[in-house]
């Protein structure tokens, strides 16, 4: 919106063509989202209080999380509320990859919506029903997935790009539907399965999307793109809009979702983050290096995996609880560590990812 309007202004005035560059748009949008959610968290907060919409704790976890009982939940409607004002704001009303990322962040975030109000508000522990929630989750995956083929007018756009060779890449054709699906579906439901302690999900969430900016912003310059050899998509920069009002509306939750947290921001925030990351990653075909930033959700999603079909085949478990942070809190380590520790494990992850980008 407000670069349609610079447009206008730039007729009398040239140093509105500032707002132009993409750049400068990634800047405000992270900056926007960042002080609406600074500026809405203490409302949202009081809000979900009087709803009491508070967090049900398992008494058969660590211990230490009973105290968390009660504490406001679905604050996901607050990083919702900022990432997609800062986007409409900031982004170019006229890019179809600015407005499938508005719209897969609503609907995944609608899914999560249900599930936290039956759960909260119903007190119905099982929350929206797993095959529902499947469902629907596979409704959007599978139509972003197949826009996102029809929009491919160029070979690369649909071939399945390895990390740190040069040249090894393998077209899809068809099957890149189903991969781009796995990727946003199976993305949302890692976030998730992360989001089990203060600001465990979130800071992990805000890393990758700053690096797939990144992505976003060479992949859509034709001259960066051709010097680092990845695709070149046109638009693509308005990805990097996106990804910049997420970080920003990111930092602002953490102010208040830090431990101890003062409110958790549930599926609502959970499935809707995670679709949209794995939705930028498609977009700039970058799903492989997703898998390695996003190493922690790979993790902890895998933890559930092996302990489910461990205990099903065996009648053992391998970890003490899953998801993996569960494990190391039952070993001794304090929440703190293991989130910060995983941070770290992010943040050395993000570059490796990053340094894809040269090391072919």
Do not use: C
Request: glycine letters at 10%.
């Amino acid at each position: 919106m407000i670069l349609e309007l610079m447009a206008w202004l730039q007729q009398w005035f040239g140093s509105f063509n500032l707002f132009n560059y993409v750049t400068f748009r990634g800047l405000m949008a992270a900056l926007t989202a960042l002080v609406i959610s600074l500026w809405a968290g203490p409302a949202v907060i009081r809000w979900l209080t009087r709803l009491k919409v508070g967090q049900a704790v398992r008494t058969d976890g660590p211990q230490t999380h009973l105290v968390k009982s009660g504490t406001p939940t679905m604050g996901g409607v607050l990083i919702l509320l900022s990432v997609i004002v800062s986007a409409l704001l900031w982004s170019d009303w006229d890019s179809r990859y600015a407005w499938l990322l508005i719209v897969m962040t609503l609907g995944f975030g609608a899914i999560g919506f249900v599930d936290d109000y039956k759960k909260v508000v119903y007190k119905d522990p099982k929350g929206l029903a797993s095959r529902w929630k499947y469902f629907w989750q596979s409704v959007l995956g599978l139509l972003a997935a197949y826009l996102m083929f029809q929009w491919a007018y160029l070979p690369a756009h649909t071939e399945l790009l390895i990390p740190f060779a040069k040249n090894l890449v393998f077209e899809l054709g068809p099957w890149f539907v189903l991969m781009a699906y796995f990727v946003i579906v199976g993305t949302s439901n890692a976030v998730n399965l992360t989001d089990g302690l203060d600001g465990l999900a979130i800071m992990p969430a805000v890393l990758v999307s700053a690096a797939l900016s990144v992505f976003a912003y060479l992949s859509g310059h034709a001259v960066f793109a051709d010097y680092l050899n990845i695709p070149f998509i046109p638009g693509a920069g308005e990805v990097a809009i996106f990804g910049a009002a997420l970080v920003g509306a990111g930092l602002g939750f953490l102010w208040f979702n830090t431990y101890p947290a003062q409110v958790f921001m549930g599926d609502v925030g959970a499935l809707a983050i995670g679709a949209a990351l794995g939705l930028m990653a498609v977009m700039v075909r970058q799903e492989l290096v997703l898998v390695i930033m996003g190493g922690i959700f790979v993790m902890e999603t895998l933890s559930v995996m092996i302990q489910v079909a461990s205990f099903k085949l065996t009648g053992k478990r391998v970890f003490r609880m899953a998801p993996l942070h569960h494990h190391f809190e039952l070993k001794g380590w304090p929440e703190p560590k293991v989130i910060v520790r995983f941070w770290i494990i992010t943040l050395i992850l993000v570059l490796v990812g990053l340094a894809s980008l040269k090391v072919r």
